[in-house]
Nanobody, 117 residues
Framework: QVQVVESGGGLVQAGGSLRLSCAGS????????MGWFRQAPGKEREPVAG???????NYLDSVKGRFTISRDNAKNTGYLQMNDLKPEDTAVYYC???????????WGQGTQVTVSS
C-alpha cells in the first residue's frame, strides 16, 4: 500500500524559511515523479514545483529563485525548501507522487504553511 506523508509546515514570519518533507512508503520515490501543490482558502489548488524521475525540475513562476524541490533517494523522501517566504505563500501544501506504469497518483494529507507579515 502506497502512503505519502507531508511534514514541516508551520508559522513563519515573512522572509523566513521552511523545509517541507514528503515521505513515501510502498513506493520508491526515485522511480516516480513528485510534485508539490498548494491551496489557499477560496482558491484552486495550484502546482508549485515538480521533479521527474530523471531529476528535471520545474517551478511556478512566483516561487522561482525562492523554492527548491529535491529528493533523497536513500531516505525515500522528497523536500521543498522554501526561502524568503511571503504572506501570499500561505496555503496548505500537498505532495503528489505520480507513477507512470501503471499510471497512478497518490496524495498526501497536506501540511499548513502560514506566513505572517
Amino acid at each position: 500500500q502506497v502512503q505519502v506523508v507531508e511534514s514541516g509546515g508551520g508559522l513563519v514570519q515573512a522572509g523566513g524559511s521552511l523545509r517541507l518533507s514528503c515521505a513515501g512508503s510502498g513506493i520508491m520515490l526515485s522511480s516516480v515523479g513528485m510534485g508539490w501543490f498548494r491551496q489557499a482558502p477560496g482558491k484552486e489548488r495550484e502546482p508549485v514545483a515538480g521533479i521527474t524521475s530523471g531529476g528535471t525540475t520545474n517551478y511556478l513562476d512566483s516561487v522561482k529563485g525562492r523554492f527548491t524541490i529535491s529528493r533523497d533517494n536513500a531516505k525515500n523522501t522528497g523536500y521543498l525548501q522554501m526561502n524568503d517566504l511571503k504572506p501570499e505563500d500561505t496555503a496548505v501544501y500537498y505532495c503528489k507522487i505520480v507513477r507512470a506504469i501503471p499510471f497512478s497518483e497518490y496524495w498526501g494529507q497536506g501540511t499548513q504553511v502560514t506566513v505572517s507579515s
